[in-house]
């Protein structure tokens, strides 16, 4: 007889909660399937009915990372306010998301590392990184129907603005104490935006 659905979902968020501490303090490559069956308190039978690999695993773990993300973006391209509000929020969100889950972020670049060996992984982050950026593209668009940006390259412009986004996260693992989010990002984003205004 097939699980419950609603049993089934906190069975598959309690070996990813499980995995995501033992990546966390094994690595991806050092981590065994055998160590988050300990660390899950379920038995190896259950984790495999549900995950029959670390890369699949990790594909879950990097959805549910992500999705996150994807809805704010997609919250505040209908949200009220410029198009600069909106984009200054985002970094307030990012920055908000990121301390929430500070002792996770390096795991966001365990996914990257695997991305680079693991098809799954590699396509699901592309997917984001696609979805991410065609949602800042919309908000770019946003700003120049209304005039409150210059007409641009809005490929180009959505771009600057995921290196903004992606730098900042790889600045801040490597040296937490040189990234101040609610300062230094959003100062980043003004800096930005400012080539993108109307000149006077």
């Keep these: 007889m097939a699980a419950r659905p609603e049993l089934s979902a906190a069975r598959k968020n309690q070996i990813l909660d499980a995995a995501m501490v033992v990546f966390a303090r094994s690595g991806f490559h050092d981590a065994r ?3 988050i069956v300990q660390e899950s308190g379920l038995s190896k039978g259950t984790l495999y009915w549900y995950f029959k690999s670390k890369e699949e695993i990790i ?14 973006v ?35 670049f365990e996914f990257y590392a695997a ?5 799954g992984v590699r396509q699901f982050i ?35 603005l995921d290196a903004v986004f992606e730098g900042l996260i790889v600045r801040s693992l490597i040296d937490p104490d040189a990234v101040q989010w ?19």
């Design 126 to 160: 592309k997917t984001y990184f696609q979805n991410f950026h065609e949602l800042l593209v919309a908000l770019i668009q946003q700003g120049i129907e209304r005039g409150e940006l210059r007409p641009v390259d809005v490929q180009a412009a959505a771009t600057a």
């Design 59 to 72: 594909t879950a773990i990097s959805q549910r990372l992500f999705a996150t993300d994807i809805k704010q």
């Design 115 to 119: 991305a680079l060996h693991q098809d």
């Design 33 to 35: 399937m055998d160590d």
């Design 74 to 108: 997609e919250s505040l391209l209908k949200a009220e306010g410029t198009v600069s509000e909106r984009l200054q929020q985002l970094i307030r969100d990012r920055a908000q998301g990121l301390r929430e889950m500070s002792g996770m972020v390096a795991i966001l």
């Design 182 to 200: 609610a300062s230094l990002g959003e100062a980043a984003i003004r800096l930005t935006l400012d080539g993108l205004k109307h000149r006077q």
